[in-house]
């Protein structure tokens, strides 16, 4: 059974949403280079951008881990120290799935924000052999953990949804 995903926060603000269109202009740069329509940024407290990715896993050539949240917090964890990390918030375009969850966590990022849910990703995506999805909300991946990442979204879903209409047929 599909359980929505809560209401957003009272801490989102404009800049928040900013950030989250930023970084489905990721997404669609990605789409523009032959990838998967994915992007993802780490945004400091301050909301200066400290890295920024786009998912680079499509075969044949790409590496299936790169999806773009995975490879935005490796980025940002070479940068910033866990404390700064913890500051820090995931920006991206759909919902970290439970590998990309799992970096948010290891890595020490203190906030995520998203655009799309795995659940309306799986309607666009469907059966598609390069996005065989987890129903797995990365909520559930997170709370799992022995800290505490703050997890806003689905938000401005039909904006996000746009970057994968005709990609997955």
Sequence with gaps: ??????????????????LLRQSIDLADAARARGRHPFGALVADEHG????TAGNNSMPPE???????ELAVAAQAAR??????????????SA????????AVYWCNIGRVVYALSEHRLLELTG????????????????????RK??????????DA???HYGFWI
């Design 1 to 18: 059974m599909y359980l929505p995903d809560s209401i957003p926060s009272t801490t989102l603000t404009k800049r928040d949403m900013a």
């Design 48 to 51: 200066n951008v400290i890295a």
């Design 62 to 68: 790409g590496d299936p881990t790169q999806h773009a």
């Design 79 to 92: 940068l910033l120290t866990p404390e700064q990390l913890a500051r820090c918030t995931l920006y991206t």
């Design 95 to 102: 919902e970290p799935c439970c590998m990309c969850a799992g």
């Design 127 to 146: 059966d598609h052999p390069e996005n065989p999805t987890f129903s797995l909300p990365c909520r559930e991946v997170l709370m799992r953990g022995q």
């Design 149 to 158: 990442i703050e997890v806003i979204g689905p938000l401005i879903e039909d």
């Design 161 to 163: 949804a746009a970057s």
